[in-house]
């Protein structure tokens, strides 16, 4: 369980079902940018993407390109936020869904 949580009980938060009327094209990042906001909530209890980027031990501007979908995450940055925030906050494979392709 994730350091960050305070009872025995798992949080999982669904996407947004607007979500899956996107083109595929863009599933993927809007995925990444919906985590990163989530995760900015459980950083800090402002939610800002200062503190997310203080607690993953990354730049403020990578935070920041992340959640405007002008950077991808590479395998070690997956794993800060994954070892971070948690499993259940923010998975490496939906962090950095091009390197952990799903299987149909």
């Known amino acids: 369980m994730s350091n960050m949580t305070s009872t025995a009980e798992t949080l999982m938060i669904p996407y ?3 979500v899956d009327s996107l083109p595929d094209a863009e599933k993927e990042a809007e995925k990444v940018r919906f985590r990163i906001r ?3 909530l459980y ?3 402002e939610g800002l993407y200062a503190g997310l980027a203080e607690r993953v031990g990354v ?3 990578t935070v920041g390109a ?5 950077q991808r995450l590479s ?3 997956a794993l800060r936020f994954e070892r971070a925030l948690g ?3 923010c998975p ?3 962090m950095a869904p091009h390197f952990y392709p799903t299987t149909p």
């Open 92 to 94: 490496r494979e939906e």
């Open 16 to 18: 947004p079902t607007w």
């Open 66 to 70: 992340i959640a405007s979908k002008t």
């Open 59 to 61: 730049s403020l501007a």
């Open 43 to 45: 950083a800090t209890r």
């Open 87 to 89: 499993r259940e906050v």
């Open 38 to 40: 989530v995760a900015a």
């Open 75 to 77: 395998v070690p940055s």
